[in-house]
């Protein structure tokens, strides 16, 4: 039996920064890899694909940090109520 996929529908998936990143708050998860028993995501800016990061996918779960989805700043500060 295959073990269970940590994090399966992250390539694809979009999140919105709490506070800019490299100049951006859209990301697209566009790779991942796995290192050491953590998965690590490869975020690309939604406006400069050429602006990318990696990040460990448990920071995503950060709700601080992160917001699952692209998100406006009104759709933020109502997430933050």
Known sequence: MAKKQK????????????EKTFGWRH???????????MVFA???????PEVRFW???KGLKNRQAWLAGWQSRQ???????
Not at 75 to 81: A, G, I, N, S
């Open 7 to 18: 994090f399966p529908h992250l390539i694809g998936s979009k999140w919105t920064a709490q």
């Open 27 to 37: 990301f697209q998860v566009v790779n991942r890899k796995n290192e050491q028993g």
């Open 42 to 48: 490869e975020m690309a800016a939604a406006c400069d």
């Open 55 to 57: 990040i460990n996918a």
């Open 75 to 81: 759709e933020q500060q109502r997430q933050q109520l």
